[in-house]
Every structure is written in C-alpha cells, then in structure tokens.
C-alpha cells in the first residue's frame, strides 16, 4: 500500500468473525440506507476537504474510511435526551454517526466556515467536533482519550436509571496509550458496579505519522479488556455488514446485561490524518465505501447509475449548501464573552436533575 | 461548636435530601472511612471511587452531563495537577458548546499547609483554580461559611470548586456567626448524632439536624472586620492570621478592615475596591507560591482601577516560589506567610508616607 | 534565512553530537515525520513514542534521572495539561533529595496562538511554566535565540522547558541578526541540506551545515530595541507584535524600549528595572489568560521595587480569561493582544502625566 | 480477621506457587540473613511509629508486613550507580529493601524527625521517602503511581547500556487504578522495544481504608500483563522463601531477556495505613515476619532464645538512636532556599553522560 508517508510498513491483521454463530442476512433496506448514509457521509467529508483547500476553512479532520462503521453505529444508537438513552462521546471522526442520527450536513459546513450559525460550537471549533444535547451527543473535544475518562460517568448515571440506555464512547488505536483508557476499563468493569458500556476503538493503524507496530504490546487491543472480564470483539470496520451485527451484539449485550463490551473495528483512513497531512486520498487503503457499493451491485440490489446519482446528488447538494454558508455571518468579536458561565442547568433532560434549581 | 468537617457534612446531606445530590465519591469517601477528614461520613449517596484522581475528575463531568448532581472529592489537592487538563474541559463545555451543555458538577478537595504535611500535603490550588474559566472557585474561612458555600456550590448550574484549607477542618465555629444554623447548641449532642462512632461503624446511622437552606452567594465578601487604616484582603485559613494581626495591630493605634473573599472566581471586586478607596492601602494575603500568584492579580487590578487612590504600594504576603512545603517546622514557618510576616506587611503599609 | 524549525533542528543536531543528548522523542517526532512542525527531522536520536503524555514526562525523568540526556516534546502545549504533577515532581527532584539527585531534562513544546488553531491548538503555558519551580523556562522569538537557547537547556544540569511560539515556527529570520551562526547564506542551500524530500524518506540523510556552540545564557534579556519613553517588556512571538507599535509609535514621537526576556525563569529582573527606572513607564505584553498571569506577577515586582520610579500605572496586555481561544478569525483577534490594543497602552502610558 | 475498619470483608486470595518447577531450598545462612534483616526492618518500624505517637516525628508510613517480600527484594538488587546497575523506584513501605541494601536505620530515624541529617531530605519529606543516588534509589514522592511512569525511562537507559541492570518498580495495589500503571505496561511492552523492568505490586488489598472487593474486575492484577505479552506472576509475599525464588525467577528473566516482568506480591499491612489510621498492630493478618520465625525454629535454624536476643537488640540500639537523633539540630528556616536548582549534573554515575558538561 502506499500512504503519505512511505517505507513504513504496516501491520497485517486477521480480522475475526463475529461469533455470534448465525449471520443471519440484513433487510435490503437497511443495506441500501446504510450505503446512502455512507455515500452522504463521504461527500461531505470531501465538501469539507475542499472548502479547507479553498480557503473556506482553516482545518480539516474527519472520517472518511470510517464510514461503515461509523454509520451503522449511528443507526443503531437508542437517540434521545437524558439517561433513558445512549450517550455518545465521540471523537473526531464520527460524521457518519452523525448523519445516521439524522444531522443536516449543512451544519458541518457552518462549523468548517466557523460561522455564528455553526451549531455546535458557535464558530469556536474545528470541524468535526459535534455536540447534540438533544440527542446526547457530548461535546467532541480535541484532547486525545479523555472521552473516555468522562464515559463512566453518564453511564454512572445509566446504571442507577435502570431501562436499556448505554453509553458509548468512541477513540483511535493510538490514543489508548493514554492513561484515561485504562480508565474506562478500571471503572467500567468495577466488580458488582459493572457499567452500561460500549468502549469502541476505531483502529486504522495510525496516530498521525506513527504506525501502530513498534508501540504496541498487544496483538489486539481488545485483549486489554479481558483481564478485567470485559466481554471483547475485534472487527473489520470496512465492512458495514460486519459492523452492523458487531455492534447489534455488542449493544444487546450491554444493554441487557449492564456491563461492559470492547469492540475494536479495524478501520481505514482514507484521506489521511487531516489536512495537515495534506488530506488527499491515499491509493492502497481498503475503502469500505467503494467495496461495499460494488458487493450491493454484483447482489443486484443496487445499479451503478443509481450509485453514481446518489453521489451527483450529494455532491450538488453539498456545493450549493457550502456556497450559501459562505455568506453566513461569523461570530462577532464580543462573542467571545458567550457562555462562559451557564445561568440555569438545561442538562439531564426532563426525567433528570429534579431536585436542583 | 461545629467543626468545618461537620458542617461540610451536613451540607453534603442537606444537597443529598434537598437539592438533587446524587453521588459523593472520591477515594476512601464512603464507608467505612467517610472521608480521610471524616467530611463525607453517613452519607447516603457516597461511595468510594477507585483511587483515579483523573477517573474522578472525568466521572464527575460525565454524570454532571447526565443530569446527575455529582460531588467528587480529590483527597488532599496535591493529587489534583494531573487532572488540570479535566478540570479545564469542565469549565469549558457550556461555552465550547456555545451554551448547549452545562456540567453542574462540584470537586471539593483539602487545601493549603499549617498541619505538617510535607511536600505533598500542603500545596495551594489558588492560582490553577482561578486560572480555570468556566469555573467558581470558593474557601471558606469557617464552619458557617463552609455550609453556605457549599449548598450555593451544589445549585450553581456551573463547576464549582469548593478549597477547604486544611488546617481549619477540625476547627470549631469561633463563635456564633461562624456557626451552622439549625445545630444543637451542645456540641457533644451534634457529634452523637453525627460523627461516626470508633469501631464497628455498619449498624450506624447518623441523626441529621435540621439544618436549612442557608446559600452564601458565590461571588460575594464577607466583611470580617471594618477598619480605616489598611485594608486586608485573603481567604481560608490566613483570614484567622490577619484577623490576629488586626487585633495586634489594633493595640498599636493600627485600624485594619479584613475582608474574607470567600470566592476566588468571580471574586468581589466592589468589596475590594470600595474598601481600598476608604483605607487606600492594601495587603493581599495568601499562602499559594508567589510567582503567578492570585494575589498578584488582584494588586494589578488595583494598580489598574485604583491607582491614585493609594497612599502606599500595594502588597502581596504569598508562600515562597519553591517546590514545595518542607516537612521540619522551620522549613514550613519558613515557607508561607506567618503571623509576624503579616503585622509586618499591614504595619509598613499603614506607616508609608505618601 | 533560516526558519524557527530549522534553528531547533540543528541545535538538537549540535546537542546530539557534541552535549550528550541521546534521546529526542515524543509523539511523531520520529521518522518519517520528524515532527510536526517537521523540527526533529533527520535527528539521529529521535524517536516516535506512545501517543500517552505522562509517559513522555516521565520517561524523559527517568533517562534524565538514569544520566542520559533527554529532549522530549509534547506535540502542543495545549497537551500538556495533564503532565503538570510529573513537571511539578521533576522540578522538585534536586530540592526534594536535598540535593542527592538532578534531573538534567529539556521539554519542548510550541504554544500560543495565531494560527487559527481553535481551541486546543492556541494556549499559552507561560503561567503554568512559571509556577513549575525547579525549572528554568525559555521561549525565544527568533531562529537565533531558539538555537541558542535550546542549547543552553540542553547543557543545563536542571530541568528546562522551552516553548516555542507556534505562530513564528515558520518564519524566518528578519535579519542577520536573528540568524544561527554558520548556516549557508542562501535558504535554499540550507533547505536542501536539512528539510527532508516530501514523498519516499527512507534513503535521506540530512547534511548538517557546522553551527557553532552558542550558547545564549539562560535568565538574561534580550534589548529588542532602546528607547526612552516607555518600557515594554515580552517574549516570543509578541516581541514581532510589539516592535511593530514601537515603530508606530516612533512615528508620533513615542519612543519605546523594548526587551524580549528569552528567560521566564530565572528572568532578567535586572534588565526590566534598570530600563523602567529610565523611561518610568511599563507595559507588559504576553497572550496568555490575564486571571493569574505571569505579567501579573512582574507587574507586582515593579510596584514592590520601583513604585516610586513611575511616572504612570504600569500595565498587563494579556489574553481574555476564557476557556480557549475561539476558531473564528474575529475570536481568536478579540481573545489575544492585538497590535492596536498594544499601540493603545503603549501611547496611554506615554501620555500619561503623573 | 480484624482491621481498623470492621465490617470490610477482606478478598479472598489464592495464591500460584512459583512456577519454576524445582523449589530449590535456600541455603540457611541466607535464611537467616533475611530474618536478621526482616526482624530488624520491622524493629525499626516500631520504632519510628513509636516517635511519631510521642511527638518526635509528624508522621508515620511505612512497610510492617511486607518484610517477608522488601527484604529479598533489597537482596537480590544489584546496588550501585548508573545504568550498569538496578534502579529502585519504590514507594513508602521500602524500609526492609533498604535495610537489605545497607542502609543505615539511624538515618530514617532522622527523616523521622525531621533533622537537618536527614540524608533522604534534609527534613523536607515525610518517614519512608528515601532517596540514595549511590545505589540508584530514585527520591520516594508521596503521590500514588508516579513511579510507574517515571521508571520507563531508566529502564529505556539500560536498555541502551546493555548489561545486565534492570529497573524495578514498586507500589499498592489500589494505585494500580491510576493511568500511570498502565503507562509502564505500555511503554516496558513495545514491540521491538521492550524494556528490561521489573514491574511490581504488594497488593495489601487496600487502599487506606477501601477494600481491594468492589473496586477491581480483574482477579488478579498481574493479569493486566497479559495483553501485553508481559510474564506475570502471583506470589505469596508473606513468605520470603517464596519471595526469594520467585523474584530471582524474574530478575533473571529480565536481566538475560531484556523485556518485562509483572510480579503481584500478596502482602499484609500490619499496622494499618499510617499513623492517620492509629498505627496499631492488625490481629489477624498474616505476619510474615512470625510465621518465618517459627518456621526457621522448627526447622532447628533458629531458637527462641536467639530471635529474642536479636528483636531486643535491635530495639535497644534504635531506642538508643532515636535519643541521639532527638538532639540533633533541626533545618533552619533559610534552608528551604537550598537546593532549588543543581548547580551541575551528578547524575549517571561515572560512565554516564560523558557528553554534557
Ligand atoms: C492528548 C493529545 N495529545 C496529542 C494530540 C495530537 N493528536 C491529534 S490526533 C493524534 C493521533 C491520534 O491517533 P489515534 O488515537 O489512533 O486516532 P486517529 O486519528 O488515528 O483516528 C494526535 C497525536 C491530541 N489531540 N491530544
Ligand atoms: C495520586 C495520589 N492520590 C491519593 C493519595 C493519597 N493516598 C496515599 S496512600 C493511598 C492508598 C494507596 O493504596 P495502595 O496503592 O494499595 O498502596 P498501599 O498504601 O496499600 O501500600 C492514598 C489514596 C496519594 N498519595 N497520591
Ligand atoms: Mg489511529
Ligand atoms: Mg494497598
């Protein structure tokens, strides 16, 4: 394979199976609709790409090569406000999860021009870092891994709740370095006050230039789950399939059992690590998009001019709405001063939080 | 009398009964211990946490997020610098979300020298709290204040971080303003009900006085003592120092006002600065080290605002800029600002000819 | 002219070949990238580490501790929040043993903003480095002064931070005087003999041109600039923003005094007061959050030592107490000193009649 | 069994024999060494937690319990300065592997009282924080786990050295929840890169006061080495002859193979935490120190008489020092200015650091 940066060679993986014995075959629907997600999903990671190239940005970092992972993750999330429903703490590479919730793309292009009207973070953020209270969606934060040093507390929370909320929390393969993932597992798995969790690794091999032979102890990351009794899965992320019944099983797992599950989906990085690295399309990574379009074709559930319509359509959607956004205000200077204190508590939803003010 | 510890722990129940509390963790927080202080004892919701400052840090954001009403504690605040970039990511949700999320969360944690603690018993948190935007930063001086402060901190839709300077939390109210309300006036009748008996501990069930809502703003002084001739602005622990200071000074002809900022952020600059528009001196007390210290923010604001109005240089007392606290009692006294450093300071201040 | 990155480079060349350094690491430091601001390329001693922060600081003590001779980076400084109890612990390591051990380390890592970097990509660490006891902090605001810098921290028997003005990493010395000693006249000489080929790394070996031993003394100022009206003191990148006011300013007849600190800690306190005693006027400039500064404190030092000196209230510029630096071109401008806000205190002080 | 805090049920624990087959025998002059030194590390334990009850010393820590395991720890070090040699990141109930190394008890009675003697601090640090740059004791600071990230990097210095020095690093079991653990894990398990350690944990099943139950999922700590391809082992730390065999089966794995070692130690903590906690002698926890006794008397290796002879020693001699040690001068005031910066490097012993001035 080739990549930004040659003569690094990268590790071989076997990928395992799930085991959960039966494959059992996903509705066509649902196939056609997590291609659709995964196609929106690329094009407006590439609108995104391209408005950074043009100057309508000032730094790109997402997901594509992500996307059939990111995406059935997304549209098997319980959606909603408050401990009744899944929390998700995401990392940067979390569009397709995004947009299988249901989020307008015209707002990752607001965020990408850091517009006033941005909604995630009011011009303040990179792209790509998302926060949805309604759906709770916590704030996508740049710091490596400390999501998962906050996770066991919305599921903390879950636990005491009760009903079948989970709290997912998404990471790379390079950041479990970090202390704090050793965290989530310490307080996940605490023996008698074990956690609604699903700890997702996302592993594309990579933390920016850094291959994952030569840091790794571990021939799978997931095994670092087992000592504590942590039920674990490694996955291939490039196959929507594979992920959707992955995480299906994982999901049911958590939220029935309450305990938690570490599910490590080998994934790709299509477009490199952001537009520092230059953000062009890397030849040689498997593209789960491309290989999952053309099986829907040779299964004749899907037609390459219906493919190549649903990307048209898209990619003009995504050109318009990045002009329109072009003209939207940014934030003023005196904004800054915005929120740094909130006046009254709006978190926990209307079931949460009933004793205080 | 009430001890801080007590007071602290009928704030805890009364935040667990009334105001939403839903967790108190931290390490060696729940039974049997409840608390290396005994702060946390008979308390419903606590617990203990694995000993992670920084899994503490992150759980009490996370259940914040949830809607839960969490009160972490970090065991001494020694143990808090690896959590700094946690404790920033708290105070910046609300507005890195552009006001979509809050984190009503409260991290209290023990404060300051005075007790022998050695190096990694004595630091300050003052200049790393209230360098924490998105934060409210309180200490009390006192038992009462410790109740007041701590309920306002527990409803405050914001983190709040509540410093309890260590060497006051088995101090007695001094008298009846710095008492609790609502407590029985026999102080061995209030530690029968709540203090935790020696021993076996699993059949005990503490009794809780009826103690009430009292919320001391968060942002607001406390005038400990009116004065003419210099004005002394500190909190915690060195508000009892100055307030000795004061009375030693007092015999010299020397009139100090003392304010006890109760809150470091937002802080009460109108007490400040009305204050050092009467005296037009001023002495900044604190014991955190004194390079990039708090008090030097304060005496730049004063520089900034008040300039004219002073007859004599502003001055900050602090600890000195060193790694740390030495245990041997020399090495302390030598470390942070004692009583006669104080007389000194105030006297210099209120003899400078303009 | 030679870039910042490049200056670094060859000093952690001369400091590999010639001062001991046997270990330059950290997050992407390694090949293929060499950092990535690409200042570790071509190092023979650099390697990638984990992406895990606390590991990095504390390898680096223990290779300091095991007499090697570490550079390790933290990719921004914006990362370094959690690694402030190990920073702490190095800088304690002499004074806590009583002098048995040393801990002869340098950390670099960039900092500030200017470059759009959003949140976590634009603070400061200057309070925070400050408050580290035990350590000695650089940030130089040139090539020359990052080369000779870095080569003093390397050579230093304790423990050294330096911080890189992320917004000058690429520019390019102004003049001969910014340059480093012995580099070929023509940039594009030099680039080809040290930026590595985009594409295929593997076969690529640097060229070093022969730099000398210059070692720029940490704790001693640098006179940007001489004048006789006003007294700004800085650092790193803003020493850019405040020459541009004085030769503003200069045009009015206002003329200012400008030093560039090249040291946090130990500082030229020396160089500060014997020029504010001339010009009785000061402004201090630097981008970090204004509640608990490091201008704060130099601020305090004046009124302590030369109150009598002024003949205007001297003066902080800093950042705005904020959770971040905001991504929009308008926040990132309304959080940090403009050269407009700085002009306007500069003249302010120049006017001002005492 | 009865503990400060009744009602805690303690975790019940299996302990794994060593698993090098032959359980050679230790040769008694080694026996007896180690039960002069155990009896003398606990008679020096005594005596400072006697100090500190009567107001010369502010405050207690130490290792009562773990002797049967510190004691052939300290033994089995090699001692001396620079990479070519082990290095010790301890933590606070080292006494007996101090004792074991040489050091001289009277010196901890000074760091007890806080004299200007004090050779570990110079009455800066708490009872129990050494520090002996000679034989390469890295200064013992108070927060928990520290170590564990500080002691890669002699590790990684020894690694390039070659030779046969090792780095070891201890601590409790309740630390092991900090990041910093798996830290070391992370950083001594790199493929290709692996690092000479001897990673340690006296697992006392308690921190301060919470029990080791409720607050761990995994069933043995050592099993956190797994993933990493990191040897592990569970020992009987109250026994020295187990300790002994199973900490020379390690250090030879690590001295000759270069690569890591997770060793678990099942230890007891006699006197409690700290003075904090009274400081009182525990009923029913296994003291190692007595049952060793006993054992070498039935084996005829030692009388009665003679281990009384040598506990009353001991006790005189210290009671004596701490007399002595009352009188000597404590720092003064200005002292704290001391040692703020080093004026030159002293580090790496004579072979290290040739380059740098
Ligand atoms: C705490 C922290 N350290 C360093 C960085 C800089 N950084 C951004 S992304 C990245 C690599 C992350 O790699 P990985 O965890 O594998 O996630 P990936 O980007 O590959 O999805 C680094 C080092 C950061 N954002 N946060
Ligand atoms: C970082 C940190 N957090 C908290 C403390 C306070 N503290 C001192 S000892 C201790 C318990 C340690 O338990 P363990 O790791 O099992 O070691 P043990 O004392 O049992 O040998 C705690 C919480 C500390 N010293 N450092
Ligand atoms: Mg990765
Ligand atoms: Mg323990």
Redesign the interface.
Known sequence: MRSRYNGVPRMTTIISKVRNGAEESLKPELLLQMHDLMRKARVLEERLIRMQKQGDGYFWIGGPGEEAFSVPLGLLTHKGEGPQYDYLHLHYRASGTMLALGADPVDALRQMKSTASDPYSGGRNFASHYSVRKWNVVPVSSPIEVQYAMAPGTALAQRRHGGTGITIVTGGDAGTAEGDFATCLIWSARKGSELPMLIIVTNNQYGISTPYDGQHGEKRIADRGAAFGIRTLTIDGNDPETSYRAIKQAMDYVRKERKPFLLEAMVSRLYGHSSSSGANYIEGEADGLKLFEDKLIARKLLTKERADELNAKYTEELLEASKRVRDEAPPAPEDIWKHVFAEQSVVGGSSGNKGAR | MTTMVQAIRMALHVGEE??????IFG??V?A??GG?FTQTQGLRTAW?S??????I??????????????VAEIQFC??A??????L??A??????????????MVVMTPVGAGI??????SHSFD??A??L??W?IVMPSNPRDAYGLLLSA??D??PVLFMAPKALLRQKANNDSEEVPGVPSDERELSKMIDAPL????KWKPRWPDTPDLLIPIGKARMDRAGNDVTVVTYGRHVHVCRKAAEELATEGIDVELIDMRSL?PYDWDAISSSIKKTHRVVFVNED?????????L??RT??EL?YELHA????LAG?????V??????E???VPQLDDITNAIRTSARHEP
Not at chain 2, 116 to 121: D, E, F, L, N, T
Not at chain 2, 199 to 202: C, K, L
Not at chain 2, 289 to 297: K, P
């Open positions: 009334r105001h939403g509390v839903t967790d390490e060696d729940g049997p211990l290396v203990n694995p000993l992670d400052e920084r899994g840090v992150g759980a009490a954001i996370g259940l914040a997020l949830a809607g839960s009403r969490p020694d143990y610098f690896n959590t700094i970039d946690l920033k990511l105070g910046a949700m609300h507005w890195s979300s552009n006001g979509d999320w809050n984190c009503p022998h603690g050695s190096i990694y018993h200049a790393q209230t360098r935007a998105g409210k527990i409803i839709p914001n021993g076996d501990r699993t952020h080290t004194d390079i990039t210290n708090f008090g030097e923010h005496l730049r520089i900034d300039f240089p502003p001055k900050v000195k800029h060193l790694p740390g030495g245990l041997a009692d020399n090495l006294k030598g470390s």
